[in-house]
């Protein structure tokens, strides 16, 4: 039944996706909400925690923000983070920033499996590469890729931006912290919808 319904709801996503893309300013907005909603449908496994992870680069104020929602099975915000960097970066470079930072904080909770979650197609298949990374981010990749091997399990995958939405709406807004904010087992304001 999980099956069919993950199967489902994946197309349903592509086909609201598709619709989104041809209409209306409201119709967007309803579709952007809907797959929201179809995503929180699917937490992860019963043993298992979600990591979404999202950064923004915020030109003119010359930062770049990286930012990390973990998940537990019933889709409940445990943590959120927050960290604000002022040197001026890539995006790729924030990306994978906000991983390794992500997978630090994971790792010293002691979480047994852990699903992983990005937007930046590009990231998710440097590190699902088998090979060593030729991209300029290859050290952290290689640090990322040592990183999720201390865990029982860990996986990365790439989700739409519709999809990473409380990840990417954390990361939309940080450009107002100095350093960095972790919010424990509460939901930051600006993802609580």
Known sequence: MDILFKGFTERLADFFLMVWAFGSEGTRWFMNRLLYLLSKLSPPPEDSFKLNIDGALFFDLNKASMDDVLRNHMGEVLMAVSRVETVF????????GALLRGLQLCMSLGIPKLIIESDCLFLVEEV??????NAAIRSVVANVKSLMQTFPQCSIQYNNRFTNEAAHRLARHAWSIED???WWNNVPPIIEN
């Open 128 to 133: 699902n590469r088998s090979s060593e990374s």
């Open 180 to 182: 960095m904010f972790i």
């Open 89 to 96: 970066l890539e995006l790729e470079q924030v990306e994978v």
